[in-house]
């Protein structure tokens, strides 16, 4: 017996090579020696003699590509995993009797953790056989660079090398990749290829699927396994419930489902909006977009549940995100559950937060997370892959070559920290090489099948890799047929004060195991449960549940008593909380302050004052702007008072309307004259005065009626004389009474002669006029009642426009607009039809009826920026679905119930004459609608690359339409605004700018109606408006939408319902005069 620690290393012929019928002494003699020798130790000599027998022969290469994340923003955990993978590949290349007469190398590639980069790796290595290197030959110490203490893409790019067949020959027989992005994004490809690939570190649920990703292994676990465990701690907390925010649909909807599945199999009840009709079975909250003001509003949406546990199933920056926009709304003393395999210390980076790294520390402690067990219990066992190394001497070795000591996981000296994963990286390498034994050795298939990816190499690997059984650095790696994931445990730890990371407890399905290793600590009530003893399945100690408040108080999460609101705040049970009320905004949670002279705030909760606009001003602590009366100005937002005409004290100066913007808009009253634009003004002369304001001149000063203008002044006409006109030269006499009186007489009696002689002469003229006259009389009854007919069916037809659909009314669920992609928006009406995405409600009676069991209604109105992508821009797209989701939950409307109206969604675009039906509908459509939300953020026209925010929006005829439409229904509540200043209730005096439809722009006058040969579309909207104006007019009710009718349409309904429009003939300026509306208003 010769001690391990003495044997030479052995130069290795391939097995197969020494068995062979051309060396039929040697095959004999091996055999009968191999028989005879005892197992263990002694065999393994016996081999090592003989192999050291044949020393000088040649050892043939076989090669793995590893996509590795040796950098980047995301995780750069691949310069750890490497070591934990080299150590492994040392005990397979010294294991004489795993590979013999092979030596197993990897060519290790930077893949970033980005999905672009490990794509382009792969394809060259495939394609090309090239191989980007990652800094070959370099030591641990050169690789941060610039020693700033950490190692970057910029300190290791010049250290890389391309290798290619030269170098790596043959041909890699695998892949070995980690990051869930990258291995998403290849495994397809390489299944193509017939292109092996085990994961080492790739988490996502997705890739669990075998229909979307064939022949996919990995040896670590994916995160589904941790929602079991979550809910499992959560239950032996005590807790019945438990609230889940989840990431987008896309990638996170499978994680939803799973532990919805595992709520209900522990009893556990799932707390939030009910999510089903996108993630089965899933309640909870959604943050579907790195956004602060979504997760404000998830935040806000926590504090109303108030759940102690909450699981937290994203990424660190949207968990960051999310614990900031609660700590600023003082949600103290939740236990967050949350990924352990995040890098240590993710809860405190504030680069991307309002929060100092200090508060979200503060929030994270006491968290709990749950993680793969990377090491096994049982560190005595022997790995599968090595002769002799143990897992606890893999381990000391890992930590020894990284210069930390044991289970020291702090930043290393040269720039990275060390990673767990390098366990699972082990197990994957050891993977492979079972896998090559079983192929190569045990069923002598040619490692030129391998290599050349034949179908027969192919089948053999994929069946040896799924009979894959090995005890590994994590413990025993094993798959059930047909399936990805091995079948691990889960260890779960918790976040103490001083960022100490407490191993709690271990999990493998159906059972929660606690360690005995220290206490629960939880900061309310100094909550302290001892984690054991060893072996534990239940523990003594019962997280504290939040208080319920009264309806009118708020909770204080960091003492878990009630308190009635502050001053100038007032409870809001949509919100759960106390709100700053209308005049006042939140400067920081739970502080309100009266908005500044000059600006307003319409309603409860706001954030930020709005500037007053040019014309109107405001005190401190307005909850509106007020316009600037008659004789004075402003010119400038955020007035705290308006400029008075400089000669307004003196009676001299007026305006023409209120809200005038700029002192050109004073003018002289009537009765005096000057210079305009603001110019001072002068009294017309003694009995003189001007016919209208502004006057410009003395010349536009005439004398009164009884005055004529003579010697340079007005003076009285003489006695008997006057003038009748401003205009007269001369003054005309008066008649005497009595000449008058006899005049007339004798006219009198002269007529009545006259008209006797006439009576006689023309008796028989008179009768035939009589009779044709009557004809004539009979012809214009006919046509009046024919023109009055005329009316009553146009009006007729214009109620019908905005009565009933023309068209069906589509609609999508807010859960699934909330989860829409991009590319599924471009999908139009029709795309989006074909996926069952949208509901038809087929009549506004219908509708009615819906209404009645709960929908409602959200109406998004924009402007167009592009000629040629019909709808939203991105822009547009990522305000409207936050838009939807903060009009939900200002409301408190539930999501399931909540359907939204998109033009580009819900008028088909194919077939043209339906989609005439639907745009016709168009006012129909905005009446109903519960609310209706302008989407204006700042952005630019594709074509024109003009400007575009509300000012913009507000110069659209279409878009005026849609907001008159719904404001002579409802009136202007419910109808908001949002851009990058959040979302604003609209204000009746923002609705009074846009009401005269016709005064905005219409894209069909921009391009000159095609050089006058096609109509105009303002003509298109005669009937709707017809039909808004008769119903106005007909009605008695008081309601919101009437009143505003009344005193914002009917005031003014020459200039909203103009007689004609100028019509645009080509694009240099020429123009035509057309009939609008005609004489049909005053008709009605």
């Known amino acids: 017996r010769v001690p391990t620690s003495t044997w030479p290393a052995p130069s290795l012929l391939p097995w197969p090579l020494l068995l062979s019928p051309s060396r039929p002494r040697?095959?004999?003699?091996?055999?009968?020696?191999?028989?005879?020798?005892?197992?263990?130790?002694?065999?393994?000599?016996?081999?090592?003699?003989?192999?050291?027998?044949?020393?000088?022969?040649?050892?043939?290469?076989?090669?793995?590509?590893?996509?590795?994340?040796?950098?980047?923003?995301?995780?750069?955990?691949?310069?750890?995993?490497?070591?934990?993978?080299?150590?492994?590949?040392?005990?397979?290349?010294?294991?004489?009797?795993?590979?013999?007469?092979?030596?197993?190398?990897?060519?290790?590639?930077?893949?970033?953790?980005?999905?672009?980069?490990?794509?382009?790796?792969?394809?060259?290595?495939?394609?090309?056989?090239?191989?980007?290197?990652?800094?070959?030959?370099?030591?641990?110490?050169e690789l941060d660079a610039d020693k700033s203490g950490v190692i970057t893409s910029a300190d290791t790019q010049p250290m890389s090398e391309v290798w290619n067949a030269t170098i790596v020959s043959?041909?890699?027989?695998?892949?070995?990749?980690?990051?869930?992005?990258?291995?998403?994004?290849?495994?397809?490809?390489?299944?193509?290829?017939?292109?092996?690939?085990?994961?080492?570190?790739?988490?996502?649920?997705?890739?669990?699927?075998?229909?979307?990703f064939p022949n996919f292994y990995r040896t670590i676990l994916p995160d589904t396994f941790f929602n079991a465990a979550w809910i499992a701690m959560a239950k032996a907390l005590g807790q019945a419930s438990v609230t889940t925010v989840i990431g987008e649909t896309e990638n996170w909807g499978s994680?939803?489902?799973?532990?919805?599945?595992?709520?209900?199999?522990?009893?556990?009840?799932?707390?939030?909006?009910?999510?089903?009709?996108?993630?089965?079975?899933?309640?909870?909250?959604?943050?579907?977009?790195?956004?602060?003001?979504?997760?404000?509003?998830?935040?806000?949406?926590?504090?109303?549940?108030?759940?102690?546990?909450?699981?937290?199933?994203?990424?660190?920056?949207?968990?960051?995100?999310?614990?900031?926009?609660?700590?600023?709304?003082?949600?103290?003393?939740?236990?967050?559950?949350?990924?352990?395999?995040?890098?240590?210390?993710?809860?405190?980076?504030?680069?991307?937060?309002?929060?100092?790294?200090?508060?979200?520390?503060?929030?994270?402690?006491?968290?709990?997370?749950?993680?793969?067990?990377?090491?096994?219990?049982?560190?005595?066992?022997?790995?599968?892959?090595?002769?002799?190394?143990?897992?606890?001497?893999?381990?000391?070795?890992?930590?020894?070559?990284?210069?930390?000591?044991?289970?020291?996981l702090a930043m290393t000296s040269d720039g990275y920290s060390p990673a767990l994963e390098a366990g699972t990286t082990a197990d994957a390498v050891c993977m492979y090489a079972k896998m090559l034994h079983e192929v190569l050795i045990n069923r002598g298939v040619p490692l030129s099948d391998l290599?050349?990816?034949?179908?027969?190499?192919?089948?053999?690997?994929?069946?040896?890799?799924?009979?894959?059984?090995?005890?590994?650095?994590?413990?025993?790696?094993?798959?059930v047929p047909g399936e990805a994931d091995p079948k691990g445990a889960v260890i779960i730890q918790q976040l103490q004060p001083g960022g100490v990371l407490l191993d709690v407890a271990s999990y493998k399905h159906p059972v929660l195991t606690f360690l005995g290793n220290g206490d629960l600590m939880f900061p309310l009530d100094n909550e302290i449960f001892h984690a054991g003893p060893a072996g534990a399945t239940?523990?003594?100690?019962?997280?504290?549940?939040?208080?319920?408040?009264?309806?009118?108080?708020?909770?204080?999460?960091?003492?878990?008593?009630?308190?009635?609101?502050?001053?100038?705040?007032?409870?809001?049970?949509?919100?759960?909380?106390?709100?700053?009320?209308?005049?006042?905004?939140?400067?920081?949670?739970?502080?309100?302050?009266?908005?500044?002279?000059?600006?307003?705030?319409?309603?409860?909760?706001?954030?930020?004052?709005?500037?007053?606009?040019?014309?109107?001003?405001?005190a401190e602590g307005s909850t509106a702007c007020s316009f600037c009366p008659l004789g004075t100005f402003i010119g400038t937002h955020g007035a705290s008072e308006c400029t008075v005409c400089p000669q307004l004290n003196e009676g001299l100066h007026t305006t023409e309307a209120i809200a005038s913007e700029s002192l050109a808009a004073c003018i002289c009253v009537i009765g005096a004259y000057g210079d305009g634009d603001g110019g001072s003004c002068k009294s017309c002369p003694s009995h003189s005065t001007t016919t209208s304001a502004g006057s410009a001149s003395v010349s536009a000063c005439q004398c009164e009626v009884g005055y004529l203008f003579r010697d340079a002044s007005c003076q009285r006409c003489p006695f008997g004389q006057t003038t009748f006109l401003p205009s007269d030269t001369k003054c005309t006499p008066l008649p005497e009474v009595v000449s008058i009186i006899v005049v007339a007489f004798m006219l009198f009696f002269l007529s009545l002669a006259f008209a006797y002689l006439l009576h006689r002469v023309y008796k028989r003229r008179l009768a035939l006029l009589t009779a044709k006259a009557e004809a004539a009389m009979k012809e214009a009854e006919a046509a009046m009642k024919e023109a009055e007919a005329a009316v009553q069916e146009t009006v007729k037809l214009g109620l019908a426009t905005i009565k009933d659909f023309g068209h069906p009314m589509v609609l999508m669920g807010a859960n699934a607009f909330s989860s829409l992609t991009v590319d599924q928006l471009r999908g139009l009406h029709e795309g989006n039809r074909d996926a069952f995405r949208l509901i038809f409600v087929d009549t506004f009676a219908k509708f009615q009826e819906l209404q009645k069991r709960g929908l409602k209604v959200i109406?998004?109105?924009?402007?167009?920026?592009?000629?040629?992508?019909?709808?939203?821009?991105?822009?547009?797209?990522?305000?409207?679905?936050?838009?939807?989701?903060?009009?939900?939950?200002?409301?408190?409307?539930?999501?399931?119930?909540?359907?939204?109206?998109?033009?580009?969604?819900?008028?088909?675009?194919?077939?043209?004459?339906?989609?005439?039906?639907?745009?016709?509908?168009?006012?129909?459509?905005?009446?109903?609608?519960?609310?209706?939300?302008?989407?204006?953020?700042?952005?630019?026209?594709?074509?024109?690359?003009?400007?575009?925010?509300?000012?913009?929006?507000?110069?659209?005829?279409?878009?005026?339409?849609?907001?008159?439409?719904?404001?002579?229904?409802?009136?202007?509540?419910?109808?908001?605004?949002?851009?990058?200043?959040?979302?604003?209730?609209?204000?009746?005096?923002?609705?009074?700018?846009?009401?005269?439809?016709?005064?905005?722009?219409?894209?069909?006058?921009?391009?000159?109606?095609?050089?006058?040969?096609?109509?105009?579309?303002?003509?298109?909207?005669?009937?709707?408006?017809?039909?808004?104006?008769?119903?106005?007019?007909?009605?008695?009710?008081?309601?919101?939408?009437?009143?505003?009718?009344?005193?914002?349409?009917?005031?003014?309904?020459?200039?909203?319902?103009?007689?004609?429009?100028?019509?645009?003939?080509g694009t240099e300026g020429k123009s035509e005069t057309k009939e609008l509306f005609g004489d049909l208003i005053a008709r009605i």
């Open 26 to 141: 040697v095959a004999f003699g091996l055999r009968r020696l191999f028989a005879m020798a005892p197992l263990g130790t002694f065999r393994v000599v016996c081999l090592s003699v003989l192999f050291g027998f044949f020393s000088g022969s040649a050892v043939q290469p076989i090669w793995l590509t590893a996509i590795q994340p040796f950098t980047g923003e995301d995780w750069d955990a691949g310069v750890s995993m490497r070591i934990g993978a080299e150590i492994l590949l040392e005990q397979v290349n010294a294991n004489p009797i795993l590979l013999p007469g092979y030596e197993l190398k990897v060519v290790w590639q930077d893949g970033m953790c980005s999905k672009a980069r490990g794509r382009t790796l792969f394809l060259a290595n495939l394609f090309d056989t090239t191989y980007n290197v990652f800094a070959p030959g370099r030591s641990l110490t």
């Open 170 to 212: 043959p041909d890699p027989v695998g892949l070995l990749s980690a990051c869930a992005g990258t291995c998403m994004d290849i495994a397809y490809i390489a299944y193509k290829a017939r292109y092996p690939m085990v994961s080492n570190a790739a988490t996502r649920p997705a890739l669990s699927d075998r229909r979307t």
């Open 255 to 408: 994680m939803g489902t799973i532990i919805a599945n595992a709520a209900l199999d522990q009893g556990v009840e799932l707390m939030g909006h009910d999510l089903t009709t996108e993630i089965p079975g899933f309640k909870g909250l959604q943050i579907s977009l790195d956004s602060k003001l979504i997760a404000s509003s998830v935040a806000a949406e926590l504090v109303k549940l108030k759940q102690r546990v909450v699981i937290l199933l994203m990424f660190g920056a949207r968990n960051r995100l999310l614990m900031c926009e609660a700590h600023k709304r003082e949600f103290a003393n939740a236990v967050f559950m949350a990924f352990g395999w995040l890098s240590f210390g993710w809860w405190a980076q504030a680069s991307d937060t309002d929060c100092t790294p200090a508060e979200l520390t503060q929030m994270a402690t006491g968290m709990i997370t749950a993680n793969m067990m990377f090491w096994r219990t049982d560190l005595s066992t022997v790995l599968a892959c090595s002769a002799s190394m143990s897992v606890d001497e893999f381990i000391d070795e890992w930590f020894k070559r990284q210069g930390n000591k044991r289970p020291d």
């Open 451 to 479: 290599i050349g990816r034949s179908e027969i190499g192919y089948a053999a690997v994929q069946d040896a890799l799924s009979n894959t059984d090995f005890e590994g650095v994590q413990g025993r790696v094993k798959f």
């Open 538 to 618: 239940t523990i003594s100690g019962n997280l504290t549940l939040y208080t319920i408040c009264p309806i009118d108080q708020v909770l204080d999460f960091s003492t878990n008593k009630c308190h009635t609101c502050p001053v100038n705040e007032e409870f809001t049970e949509s919100a759960g909380s106390c709100l700053c009320i209308a005049g006042f905004y939140e400067v920081v949670h739970g502080i309100c302050s009266k908005c500044p002279s000059g600006s307003f705030s319409a309603s409860v909760g706001t954030l930020e004052c709005k500037l007053c606009d040019v014309g109107k001003w405001s």
């Open 859 to 1065: 109406f998004l109105s924009y402007q167009w920026l592009s000629w040629t992508t019909k709808g939203a821009s991105d822009v547009q797209w990522k305000f409207m679905q936050e838009g939807v989701g903060q009009v939900i939950l200002r409301n408190g409307w539930a999501r399931d119930q909540t359907y939204v109206w998109l033009d580009i969604l819900s008028i088909p675009q194919e077939h043209r004459s339906v989609q005439r039906l639907a745009v016709n509908s168009l006012y129909v459509y905005a009446k109903c609608a519960d609310a209706l939300v302008v989407v204006c953020p700042h952005a630019r026209h594709a074509d024109t690359d003009e400007t575009a925010n509300l000012e913009s929006y507000q110069s659209r005829v279409w878009c005026r339409v849609e907001v008159l439409a719904r404001c002579c229904t409802r009136g202007v509540k419910q109808v908001y605004i949002i851009n990058e200043s959040g979302l604003v209730d609209a204000t009746p005096e923002w609705a009074a700018n846009i009401i005269k439809v016709f005064d905005g722009n219409m894209t069909c006058c921009r391009t000159g109606h095609f050089g006058g040969t096609a109509p105009c579309d303002r003509t298109t909207l005669i009937m709707p408006l017809l039909g808004l104006y008769y119903e106005g007019i007909a009605s008695t009710g008081t309601s919101a939408g009437l009143q505003f009718f009344r005193e914002m349409i009917l005031t003014q309904k020459e200039a909203v319902f103009p007689e004609t429009f100028e019509y645009s003939v």
